[in-house]
């Protein structure tokens, strides 16, 4: 399977605990997003990676909030300190760049269940 | 004002009719744009994307831009019970970050 991949699929987890997440990019794609999706809304855009760098994220992205991307390959996003306002999908997409298409294709998701 | 918003919705449509669903945006300088359809449970698949004034066609969906009003619809023809998903509407506003609108549930009656 060449599209981009999560892990896990769904996570479950109390109030105050810490999660990960993986993102696994199309392989030729250098650049990753994250975005939060909640029910009933469009994914909202959380951060960006361009290669290693992240280049941009959203004043959404509390200080609980981490992403990390090292050598440009898969990224991680870390919640620490779960809130149940966190409980949501969590979508990574990917681009191979360019100014004017910026195409971005979406792995499956990790949904998000804070209790 | 959100930055794209799209018709309310649900939208119902009996099979092998047309589908039409709209979207409006905010940035004037938008470069391109984006509808994804997402199936229930699902993430976002992209079906189509265009950058130029004017229809583009790709198999029974026509997606059509007017940046003069800031208007980008989708048209579905001869729908089926599979285009039974939430359509989204998603706006290129730089160079990296997509927004996208609430998006428009589209349920098609066999």
């Known amino acids: 399977d060449t599209g981009v991949s999560q892990n896990p ?23 990753l997003y994250w975005y939060r999706q909640t029910l009933g809304q469009g994914p909202e855009f959380l951060t960006y990676f361009q290669n290693e760098a992240q280049l941009e994220k ?4 509390s200080d609980r909030f981490s992403a990390e991307r090292p050598k440009g390959s898969f990224s991680t996003l870390e919640i620490q ?9 969590y979508l990574c997409a990917s681009s191979p760049g360019g100014l004017l298409f910026n195409e971005q294709f979406f792995g499956p998701g990790t949904r998000l269940t804070v209790l | 004002q959100k930055e794209v918003e799209q018709n309310s919705g649900p939208l119902s449509v009996p099979e092998g009719a047309i589908a039409s669903l709209n979207c409006t945006y905010s940035d004037r300088g938008s470069q391109s ?20 004034n004017g229809d583009k066609e790709d198999g029974r969906f026509t997606a059509q831009l007017n940046k ?34 609430a998006g428009t549930t589209v349920t098609v009656r066999a």
């Open chain 2, 68 to 101: 003069a009003s800031q208007y980008v619809s989708l048209l579905i023809r001869d729908s089926q019970p599979s285009d039974s998903a939430t359509y989204l509407c998603a706006v290129n506003m730089n160079d990296y970050k997509l927004s996208f609108g």
């Open chain 1, 81 to 89: 300190r779960t809130e149940q306002g966190d409980s949501a999908m």
């Open chain 2, 33 to 52: 744009f984006f509808w994804y359809r997402q199936y229930s449970g699902k993430s976002p698949e992209l079906i189509m994307f265009i950058y130029s």
């Open chain 1, 58 to 61: 959203s004043r959404l992205l």
């Open chain 1, 9 to 31: 699929r769904h996570k479950i987890t109390k109030r105050g605990q810490n999660v990960t997440f993986r993102c696994d990019p199309i392989s030729e794609h250098n650049r």
